[in-house]
Structure formats: structure tokens, C-alpha cells
């Protein structure tokens, strides 16, 4: 073989040496930076940051948190919602359902006291008894009042007919409910009406004095006082 051959076939191999070592460098880079790449997205991992397109909530939860670990409220969570002790979330009330239940409840004592004298047999009513029955209805929303006193007049037995009749003896409470008790215990045995009318005669300035004025003078049961003037 002459010179210039073995010279091409020398230049020939050289570029060829000179190929595989660009295609092995260039092989060697990309393997150094996806090794980089991946090691780059461990750390961010591990520091908690979320992968891309990932949503925070499934992040949190890949990273061994949950949704609610973030104090941070999703823009997902709706407004006006409370998160209760257990995690689960409960829609706010407004100020009326507040007010509504609060009233509710003072329906509920009210109804309590009157179910507990109901079911009570025997036993004299005493003055706090009476305060206790008489504030439990003040208390009561006005809209709840008539209902609830109703329902006394219906259960109270004439054994205990002292609680309806402290309602009577309050100038205080509205004259609808005083005339309401006042027909009620007109309805009742005849010592109920001599326990009780007599008291209210006492006072003229009851609004149920005139009709228990002429009561007490048709049953002839007017003081003698009275009847002389």
C-alpha cells in the first residue's frame, strides 16, 4: 500500500476516533443532567414543595400531611364555613338562626317547668315556685308567648293552679295573658276561684278587678265592706 492511502485511511480513522469521543461526551452530559435534574427534584420533595401540577391538597398528602395541615384556606373552601375540632366543616349560622335558637331554648324551659308540675302529684306551691314559673314565661320570645301559655293552661292541674295564677298576680306581663289565666281559672273548681279572686279584688288597679268585682257581687260573695258602700 502506497503513502497517500495509508494517509487517508489514517485521517479516515482519526475523525472517526474523533465522532465516538464527541458521541460519548455528549451521551456522558445528558446522563450528568438528568442525574441532576432528578436529584434536584428529590431535594424539592423533601423540602415540601409540591410537584408540578400537582394540587396542593394531594402534595400535602404525598409529603405524609393532609388537606387541613396548611393555614392557608384553599380557594376552594367556601365562605363562611368553620372547621369543628374533628376536621369536618360546618356552614357558620347567621345572627337570626342564632337568635331563633336562643329563643328556642327559652320555649324549652318554659315547657320543661310546665311538663314537671304536670306530672307532679300532690305538694304545695311555694313563692319561689311561682318566681321560677313567672320569669321562666317572661323570658319567652313575645311571638312564642301564647302558645306556651296555652299549653299551661291546659296541663297545670288545679292542685297547682298557684303557678298560673302568680302570672295573674303580675301586673308587669302584658293584660291579654292576665285575661287569658283570669278566664282559665273562672273554668276551675269553685276553690280555685274563691283561692284566687278575692286577692285580685284587692287591687283596683288589676285589669281584671271590674269583672272580678261583678263575679264575687252576683255569687254574693262581695265583702261585707263593699256591699255597704
Known sequence: MDKGKRKTLTVVAGALASLCIAAIVAVAIVFLFVESASQKKEAMHRAGYPAAGVPRAEARQASGGTAEDSDVADPEDEAGDVETSDGEKQEEKT?????????????????????????????????????????????????????????????????????????LFDKSIDAEYLELVFNDVLNRDEEVKKLILPKIFKDKTHPCWADTAWILDVTGELPKKEKSE
Open 95 to 167: 345572627p337570626e338562626e342564632l337568635q331563633e335558637e336562643e329563643e328556642e331554648k327559652k320555649v324549652e324551659a318554659f315547657d320543661s317547668l310546665t311538663d314537671k308540675w304536670m306530672e307532679k302529684e300532690g305538694g304545695e306551691v311555694t313563692m319561689k315556685d311561682m318566681d321560677d314559673f313567672v320569669a321562666a314565661f317572661k323570658s319567652i320570645p313575645a311571638s312564642r308567648k301564647d302558645e306556651c301559655l296555652h299549653r299551661a293552661l291546659n296541663l297545670v292541674s288545679d292542685d297547682h293552679v298557684l303557678l298560673l295564677a302568680g302570672i
